[in-house]
């Protein structure tokens, strides 16, 4: 078996030489935030200490109010928790302590190989601690309302809706959540920021978000006017981060710094803001860890991807209800940037979602109300067989995980299983066939080139790719598709059977789907993202031999190479499959199409996401979910596959 090489930072490798292991030193909790992250002791000098001074960094302390229930720098621990239940800066001590176990961040100013490993955050605990901190000691009162504002808040309108374990639900204003009549205003900002947004609304939309449909324009219209609000400069440096990230990736020349800066200091800005618990978080908080979870996602740092999920989660469940949280364009496609998250993190760890089962219907049941009212939205309509297919999604998740701990009878798995497999049936039966408009189909393949011998899929097969504006239901189809494979994947497992053929028949399909999008000249830019994991997937279940395994080496290349990086737990299991430990390295032969700066990025992600803190990350960092049951033969002999002879071509 191929081991995959194990990323350990400096930090890790100081911490297991000898006698290391059980020395602890004393924290202060009177030192300022940068280097309680970074783990080195401050000298407290006012207002900047001399570590932050020489480090060019950003020197932020705990507010003065923090330390008023505190007993200093040489406090015990014993005395501080003997105040811990009374005092809420006493919490916010024990809090900080949490987050310094966990917390490894610093200003990115300049890199260099000695504080390499110094930047490689898991600060994800961090923002998760002081949120539920703020949640505890910071409730929201009446007169307030979430704001896409950073700052503003508005008078809010009083809902029906109660829950018991939520603050007050409210109406948000629509002026917030219109869609904006045009691109932002880039005038005000500095040069750099410029050059990215406008790179940004020239070449992002919802695809790069891995969303298949958006309809109001959110990604391109009213996230950026968001971002460029005062008082919103933390999504502003998410964005750019995320926009610099591409743009480094497609540049020969390009660093990892050109986009670490930024990330780096919308995550500074953020924690700095959630640590000022008088200021309350809003829907830019949200949309700022949303952002910043979709560069963790494109780091292939799923870890550190869960913790912002997390967090994210927190401050969607404070500040909406179901019922609520559907009241705007905005926060609508919020919710569905989140629970793709949810959903897409426990089918790949083998546990449940996390957002309750009544968020997933309550949208499900907004959209056919809308559809009900504007028959003839496709927008809409799609949207409607998305949200169908992301609450089956969750009820696989929830079924997968009550059977992974043994929590429901096999008669019972069984029973559920079945109705989740017709469900899935009746919802590729009942497709609304405005989404299928044969007129729609694309059949001119002007642009068709013989296939070879190399070619495992025919991607100019009719019927598969729908022009726009239907191109919502090639991705929607090929998503089907791979749910299908998972499900009747688990079925096979749990029976202890083969496969069937008609797994590999769907393997086949999406790998068709796949490589039409890719080869078409109208897709859109970004829109392999939101099938990528479709096509992981379906490599499970294609015959292993050398031209299968050739033919997907080169689309994993094609994703990277585009800026979506696969784990390295990810490239060792595949190497595993495909035989050839040099996939841990690159996916194609003698390192071709591999630049060097994502050959940086792919070791700064290893090392982040080189540590899980919990069991659940743990599963999640090995895509327990998928890997576990798979058979992977290690003999010599060739492999068969578990969808079929190792001779095996694209069924017709």
Known sequence: MFQAPKAQSNRNRKKSAPGADHVKHRRTRSGCYTCRSRRVKCDETHPICERCRKGKRECIYPEASSKGHGTGPGASKDAAASTQESSPSSSQDEADEDLESNLKLEPIKKIDEEESAEFVSTHLQTINTTLMLGHKFATRQGSETPSLEGGKSASPTVSSCTSASYTPCFQIPDPFFEVPASRPDLTRLPADLQSHMAYFCDNFTHYSYGLVNDPDQFFSLILPNVAVQSGNEALLNAVVGFTAYHRAVKNPNGRIEDFLGYYDKSVTLLLSCLKRREEKQSTATLLTILQLATIEEYLGDWVNLMGHQKAALEILTRLFVPETVMSSVATRVMLTWYIRFDVFVGMMGGFETTLPRRWFSIALQFYQGQVKREPQHLGLKTELQASALRL?????????????????????????????????????????????????????????????????ADPYKPGHLYDFPLFSTTLLTAEWHSILVMHKSQEAFALQQEPSDDLRRLAYAICEIFEAVQLWPSAPHGALIPIQACLAIAALFLPRDSRHHMWMRRKYAVLESSGYVFSLTIRARMAEIFRDPSCIEWWLPRGEGLTPILRSIRSFADERAANPVSQQTESLREISAIFAKMRLNHDDEPLESPGGSTGATSPT
């Open 392 to 456: 089956i999604s969750r009820d696989m998740s929830i079924l997968y995980a009550k059977g992974g701990r043994g929590e429901i009878s096999g008669d019972d798995f069984t029973d559920e299983h079945n109705y989740i497999t017709d469900r899935l049936y009746k919802w590729k039966a009942e497709f609304d066939p405005a989404l299928t408009d044969p007129k729609f189909r694309v059949a001119n393949f002007e642009y068709k080139v013989p296939l070879t011998e190399d070619d495992i």
